[in-house]
Structure formats: structure tokens, C-alpha cells
């Protein structure tokens, strides 16, 4: 479940859509640009990358860094 999911990643998502869901589209999409950029670079970013080249989609262990 989201439990056991990216915790960056989630939170990132989750400003997104609070500070996001009455803005312009485009001003919309630039937050998501930005949160993405914020966390693509963690840990659980290549761990999850390299899970789902591997073993495919879902099995990815994140350690919340």
C-alpha cells in the first residue's frame, strides 16, 4: 500500500495537488515539474527504478531516503 511507499515522492505528489488544484493549468503542471525534479534524485527514486527494470512493477522496497 502508499504505507509502504516513497515517502518523499507521496508527500511531493500531495502539495502538488493541494497547492495546485485551483491554479492555472500550466502553473499546475510547474509545480509538478518541480516536485518531480525535487525528488528524482533520492534513493527511493533508483530503488524504484531499478525494481521495476528488474522484477517489473509493484515490487519495489523504499527505504524513505
Known sequence: GFAAGPREALAAAKRVIDEGIDE???QALELEVAAFVSVSHTEDAASGVMSFLEDGP???RFVGR
Open 24 to 26: 492555472p493549468l500550466a
Open 58 to 60: 509493484g515490487r519495489a
